[in-house]
């Protein structure tokens, strides 16, 4: 019933329509929100004097081509030690302009989970003190986690699809 | 004559240089890594250095990346257990655990009690091993060998005990979705019972040489701290934050596995600093040894797997007997088994912190996206703040005491 | 007094007297060679934890000689690639082997320096010897100590049996001209 609070407090806050796709997953609360929402619901959330979402767990992309409009996404893992509840927030911008605000002002631990959104998926965090790849060699000129590029290495010679059937 | 270049570095008493010698004051930069003996794993730090004292450091990490959620997104669901072995690979059998237990979340399976109490025990088994390394590695990174080489036994012996189980000695691929694949053997209940007998002898000779060392004290005391509220922003999970003083242990806030059965305590340290974190992994091997005497004196009786046909793997003897664990068997193996659309989040403890895994399913044979959350890559973000103002020496021991796993910070 | 435990290891065909012992050069260069290896671990992941299990006092590779590791290139006679090497990598470890003095051996440890391992994916080098020549190769994911064991056995049966100048022979030449290297 904890989720229920904050499913109120959120749509109290940012209304109806800025809080959408409400669902659950074995109990944690799921929401969607636009872009512009992410930084002011994140702050209110970690300001709430009930909620206290003061630890962010993990920052993931997420890429869905079918979407139009609507490709790139981020999921938020926001946790509550002291009320120990979890919530995922989750954002979705396209892909032409996949830009998305940084809250590394907040969490000095999205610095390195927004690198990998961007090394992975091209995901643009404005405002974020560095960033460029970080897993990937710096030379590599695509996003390597959309769906639309392979596993293996483009280059590769010997392991062609014809004996592995493919 | 003489020609003072200041360079605006804070650790710097001015006074040397004013007092009339032709003193340069410049920072000099050192290159720790990627191949260094004192880094457990290949990352690099570019530190910009004062004389002996470190200014500043630039990381670069990426030069394992083996790309694990890219070819997650490939394998069918059981294959992906190998993957896991190799993310943090001195406590395999815990990845594992926390694998299939996501995907019993995915798929609704209800594993048996027998089976649960069988995994706590492989688990804490595993974290013994993470901490042993951890501990003796730390110990020698500051001169004292010896520790290595008598700990290290105790972890060779916990290898036997996974052999039994399962075949392997490191990467493990432990276990299947709904419960182990075999129960355990009588050699595995008397090496288990052996290890609860003997291993605390060793562990105090261990904390005999080292912990009250004054040596090893003064090397770890006040050196790579950090408080309890950078700690959390810095998303730090596991020893580490516990050494900063915040008792966050998923095992006692998100129980999963029968661990609420078990009655244990999780240390706590008060400074945060490397003394503190090594205090805290040596106490939880006591704790973990704990866990693994409660497991084995209630282990109850019963299935050591769950009744889920369509995602455990038969016995042999029935595929070839009966045609539906044949047809199951073919199935399970060739990867054709569909997995309801979803999207499920679940951690473990791990050796090093919350060891996450977020899968999203769209109902396909393979994960539409599987993120590990890996505590190695988000609390080694903050070694630069940890070791500013250090010298080089202490950098070293506080990189070893963080525990930072290459497989884990690079996928 | 014998001690029928004790192997007495062969000594190299030669010539035996009161107080002396003549046998070839080589051969003697040879043993010498093989017994005092000192390797470069060059350990990346998992296979790095089988090399420390093969250091600790179980499987113990000081008995054949490699006591001393070396972590400086300049130092070392063997270099055992240990673990995935990834692209971003690949440099690192042809710049390490650049860095070995002659003679030096590589032993390539586990799956994933042979070959790419279980990941054949954009990121990781399909094998070590791309870029180095390689004179053993372990299989195994990890290998077993004893298997890394062998490996390291077998690069002292090379190390005993080289002429004393390997670098000047024209097939090592092509060799390392195939790789680029002078």
Same mark, same amino acid.
């Given at each position: ?8 407090? !959120? ?11 409400? /669902?659950?997953?074995? /109990?944690?609360?799921?929401v ?11 702050h209110? !959330?970690?300001?709430?004097p009930?909620?206290? &979402?003061?630890? !962010? ?11 139009k409009?609507?490709?790139? /996404?981020?999921?938020?893992? !926001? ?33 390195w ?8 998926? /091209?995901?643009? &965090? ?32 010997d392991?062609?699809?014809?004996? &592995?059937?493919? | 004559?003489?020609?003072i ?8 008493g ?29 990352f ?5 250095? %004062? +004389?002996?004292?470190i200014? #500043? ?19 069918p669901f ?18 594992n655990m ?9 798929l609704?399976?209800?594993?048996p ?13 595993? *974290?013994?091993?993470?901490?042993i ?7 020698? %990174? ?22 039994e ?12 979705? +709904? ?12 090496k ?25 004290? %003064? ?19 596991g ?13 006692a ?5 029968s ?5 244990f ?7 945060? %600093?490397t ?12 704790q973990?040894?704990r866990?693994?005497q ?7 009786? +019963? ?6 046909p ?18 199951y ?22 050796g ?6 977020h899968l999203?399913s #769209? ?9 590990? *959350?890996r ?11 940890m070791?500013?103002?250090t ?21 | ?25 080589d051969?003697?260069?040879? =043993? ?5 290896l ?7 992941s ?10 600790a ?7 054949? $000689?490699?006591?001393? =590791? ?11 690639v ?13 710049q390490?082997? =650049? ?6 051996w590589?032993?390539?440890? $586990?799956a ?8 054949d994916? @954009? ?11 390689v004179?053993? @190769? ?45």
């Amino acid at each position: 019933m904890m989720n229920e609070k904050i499913i109120e407090a !959120l749509q109290a806050q940012f209304g109806e329509e800025g809080v959408y796709g409400i /669902g659950e997953s074995h /109990g944690i609360l799921q929401v969607t929100t636009a872009v512009e929402n992410i930084v002011p619901m994140i702050h209110f !959330l970690y300001a709430h004097p009930v909620f206290k &979402f003061q630890f !962010l767990t993990d920052l993931a992309g997420i890429h869905f081509p079918d979407a139009k409009g609507q490709e790139l /996404g981020v999921i938020y893992h !926001l946790h509550s030690l002291e009320n120990n509840v979890r919530l995922w927030i989750k954002a979705y911008a396209p892909i032409e302009a996949p830009t998305f605000p940084t809250i590394t002002g907040l969490f000095a631990t999205a610095n390195w989970m927004e690198r990998e959104a961007f090394d992975f998926y /091209g995901i643009i &965090f404005e405002g974020h003190p560095n960033l460029t790849r970080i897993l990937n060699m710096d030379e590599m000129d695509y996003h390597p986690m959309r769906k639309e590029y392979p596993l293996e290495d483009a280059t590769r010679h010997d392991k062609i699809d014809e004996l &592995f059937g493919r | 004559m003489s020609e003072i270049a200041l360079v605006n570095s804070p650790n710097v008493g001015l006074d040397k240089t004013q007092k009339g010698g032709p003193y340069v004051n410049e920072l000099s930069t050192l290159n720790l890594g990627p191949t260094h003996p004192a880094t457990h794993g290949i990352f690099q730090n570019i530190l910009t250095m %004062d +004389g002996e004292t470190i200014v #500043d450091a630039e990381q670069t990490v990426g030069y394992i990346h083996r790309a694990f959620e890219k070819i997650a997104e490939r394998r069918p669901f059981y294959q992906i257990t190998t993957l896991t072995d190799r993310m943090n690979y001195c406590s395999a059998p815990i990845n594992n655990m926390g694998w299939h237990m996501t995907v019993e979340k995915l798929l609704g399976i209800e594993v048996p009690k027998r089976a649960q109490y069988m995994r706590v025990i492989m688990m804490e088994l595993a *974290r013994l091993t993470d901490h042993i390394v951890c501990n003796s590695i730390l110990a020698v %990174d500051t001169g004292a060998l010896t520790g290595f080489l008598y700990v290290y036994q105790w972890r060779e012996f916990i290898y036997e005990i996974y052999e039994e189980m399962c075949g392997a000695r490191l990467t493990t691929n432990m276990g299947r979705f +709904g419960g182990m694949e075999r129960d355990f053997t009588p050699v595995a209940i008397e090496k288990i019972q052996k290890l609860l007998k003997e291993l605390p002898a060793a562990l105090k000779e261990f904390e005999g040489l080292v912990m009250r060392n004054r040596i090893f004290m %003064d090397r770890t005391q006040n050196v790579g701290g950090i408080s309890a509220e950078r700690a959390l922003n810095y998303g730090f999970t596991g020893p580490n934050l516990r050494a900063a003083g915040v008792d966050y242990d998923v095992r006692a806030m998100n129980p999963y596995s029968s661990y609420e059965d078990f009655e244990f305590d999780v240390p706590v340290g008060t400074k945060g %600093d490397t003394y503190d974190r090594f205090l805290v992994r040596e106490e939880e091997m006591w704790q973990s040894l704990r866990i693994i005497q409660q497991a084995m004196d209630n282990l109850p009786e +019963g299935a050591y797997h769950a009744d889920a046909p369509h995602y455990y793997l038969p016995k042999k003897q029935d595929v070839y007997h009966n045609m539906e664990a044949l047809i199951y068997h073919f199935k399970i193996v060739m990867g054709e088994i569909d997995a309801p659309v979803g999207e499920v989040y679940h951690s473990v403890e791990g050796g090093n912190g919350e060891l996450g895994f977020h899968l999203v399913s #769209d109902g396909g044979r393979t994960p539409y996206r599987l993120k590990f *959350r890996r505590p190695g890559f988000i609390y080694y973000q903050a070694f630069p703040e940890m070791i500013k103002g250090t010298t080089l020496s202490d950098a070293i021991v506080t990189m070893s005491s963080m525990n930072v796993i290459a497989g884990e910070l690079d996928t | 007094m014998s001690n029928s435990t004790v192997q007495v290891a062969e000594a190299p065909p030669g010539v035996e007297g009161a107080g002396f012992f003549a046998t070839s050069l080589d051969s003697l260069v040879g =043993l010498a060679r093989a017994n005092s290896l000192w390797p470069l671990p060059f350990a990346t992941s998992c296979c790095g934890i089988e090399f420390m299990s093969t250091m600790a006092s179980h499987y113990d590779i000081g008995r054949f $000689g490699a006591e001393r =590791l070396s972590f400086s290139a300049r130092q070392a006679d063997v270099l055992m690639v240990m673990g995935t090497i990834s692209k971003k990598m690949a440099p690192v470890v042809k710049q390490v082997y =650049l860095q070995m003095a002659e003679p030096r051996w590589v032993l390539s440890v $586990g799956a994933c320096a042979c070959s790419g391992g279980i990941f054949d994916t @954009y990121s990781v080098l399909q094998g070590i010897d791309r870029i180095i020549p390689v004179d053993v @190769y372990v299989p195994g994911c990890p290998p077993r100590p004893e298997q890394i064991l062998d490996g390291f056995m077998q690069i002292q049966e090379l190390a005993k049996k080289e002429t004393t100048r390997r670098r000047n022979e024209p097939e090592y030449k092509a060799l390392l001209a195939s790789y680029g290297i002078e």
